[in-house]
């Protein structure tokens, strides 16, 4: 069992950096997958990014790579997502998951959610 729970969002202008945190409990945190997700308003959730138990392996969404970074520190039972050059289009909430095995981009697979975090891109 994981209790997660999101930090760092906000509003900032289109260009602009956030720094997301996922905080976790429970002490098997460095034996899963996490990932983080994103809803809009009247849109599906969609994958952002994933780090293996490792942190050695990330993946990221096509609309993300090059400008979002996916890390862990697993001593401190955080993840990060590290957002750069945001765009009016990153607007959602924020969430991190986390699941038991390999990578996975299909929220489904996770076990785990926190309560989400707002981010909004706006001048």
């Known amino acids: 069992q994981v209790h997660l729970v999101e930090s760092g969002g906000g509003l900032v202008q289109p260009g602009g950096s956030l720094r997301l945190s996922c905080a976790a409990s429970?002490?098997?945190?460095?034996?899963?997958?996490m990932g983080w997700f994103r809803q809009a308003p009247g849109k599906e959730r969609e994958f952002v990014a994933v780090?293996?138990?490792?942190?050695?392996?990330?993946d990221y969404a096509d609309s993300v790579k090059g400008r979002f970074t996916i890390s862990r520190d697993n001593r401190k039972k955080t993840v990060y997502l590290q957002m750069s050059s945001l765009k009016p289009e990153d607007t959602a909430v924020y969430s991190c998951?986390?699941?038991?095995?390999?990578?996975?981009?299909?929220?489904?697979?996770?076990?785990?959610w926190g309560q989400g975090t707002q981010v909004t891109v706006s001048s």
């Open positions: 998951a986390a699941k038991t095995g390999l990578l996975a981009v299909r929220d489904s697979d996770y076990h785990f």
């Open positions: 429970g002490r098997t945190f460095n034996t899963y997958t």
């Open positions: 780090i293996s138990w490792t942190g050695r392996i990330t």
